[in-house]
């Protein structure tokens, strides 16, 4: 028993493990959206797009949320614009234009000169998360369950038919904004703990997991919730006993919750 | 006695020339307007500025401004993890902000639009899981829940067994007997002599008027591009076998 308990009287294990909460809550129902309307390729593509405006924010000693925000509109415009270029595809224009901010965002975040927090954005740095971090999470985490729960019949109707869902009062064009507005959210909550790379596993994995289990949606949300919180509490036990990096034990974990219960329920 | 609908003279179109001109007719209230055509005759475009998602190019349209869609429910999603229930709840969103949560009046207005169907006691049963005839039945529920005066169905009947479409015609001949207006769009004629009116479309107005005198030969092959043939011991008059299914709309 003490073995499993010691690592928790550790400050910074029980701030990182408050975190991965603060994460698998708003990434356990924002990712059952998320795999719903199909988007799990998108949601990674804009994690990793509005990863310099981060990068920016903290060389510059700007709020993370400012940058965050810039760096999500910076990346819908250049999508835009590079849409619109003749001879170019929809999807490689994104394609492109993911790669060369993300790009452009590691270039800064590992620069010689740049301060070494800047680098944690990319890996992130669980067992280094503080409490005005976690205070900042806390906040974020509340706006964005607020969002959800505002928007939570407009996402339901659209998803369900896109195409006929404005004679029953649907907005498409207001329910793909709010989902990108809060995968810029949940991108802010956990780049801290996990780094930009590591994001949409928690955005996706949890969500998808709950998916193959139940057929019902709030039942989803809460099992989604409850795998990335399992994963999140064996994930820091890895990282604490076995010395691996804490974010990636805790995506890793994900992966095999995923795994496991496709495997499972394809047996039963 | 004003009608719920009145649409005169009107075209409408993608940009291009009209895909439907010259539509005009009335909706009154008690009544069923089966909207016949072939696919890419103008019934989908017609809906589309009926509901306000098209601008007509030409002509006009007045009166009602709430319409309950009925889509086809082969278009729906079947792995969406919502029940009977969440799916005639979504049929409030017009009438409740749609910031607001649903309450215990929604729930109860949705259930009685499931009873209203035959499905009260499939209320709990994930969508995905009934067969096309009850998702069919399901989506008209959610129509109900919106309570508008004028209901549109798209192809009720396409993929549905014969029972569930008894079912579904009894049901809509009580909903206008109640007073509401409904228009049917279908292309095939085995339930047309059953409404009140056909309105035919074939990219115009062919005809339009009750369906026993307007049922034509020359208004169906007008109407379906000239593959009408008689069928024998049947209840129809005649036949048809739509020239044009390959067109879109």
Redesign the interface.
Known sequence: MHALLQPWTLGFMQRALLELLLVGIVGGVLGCWIV?YELSYSAESLAHALFPGLVIAALVGFPLVLGGALGVLAAAVAVAVASRVPGIERDTAVAIVVTALFGLGVLLALSPSSPPGVQSLLFGDLLGVSASDLATAAGLTAAALLGL??????L??V???R??S??????PLLADLALLALVAAATLIAVRGLGNLLVAAVLVAPAATA?LL????L??MVLAITVAALCSVGGLYLSYYASTAGGASVAGLLVVAYLSVRVIRRGA | MTPLLRVVGLAAGYGGPPVVDGVTFDLRAGERIGVLGPNGGGKSTLFRVL???LEPLRGSVSGAER???V?QTE???LD????AL??AL?????RVP??R??GRAERRAARAALARVDLADLADR?F??LSGGQRQRVLVA?ALV?DAPVL?LDEPFTGVDRPSAELLESLLANLAAEGRGILIATHDLDQALAWDEVLCLNRRQVAFGRPAETLTRRVLELTYGGAVVPLPGEGAPVGVLPAHHHEHE
């Open positions: 719903l729960a505002v928007m939570h019949r407009q339901l109707v998803g369900f038919d195409r006929s404005r004679p029953l009062g649907g907005r998916q139940t057929g019902r949606l039942r989803m | 509901l306000g998602e319409f309950g869609f889509p278009r729906s999603r969406y993890p919502v029940s969440d799916v979504m049929g409030t969103l017009s749609w910031w949560p649903t994930r995905g899981e959610r919106q549109l």
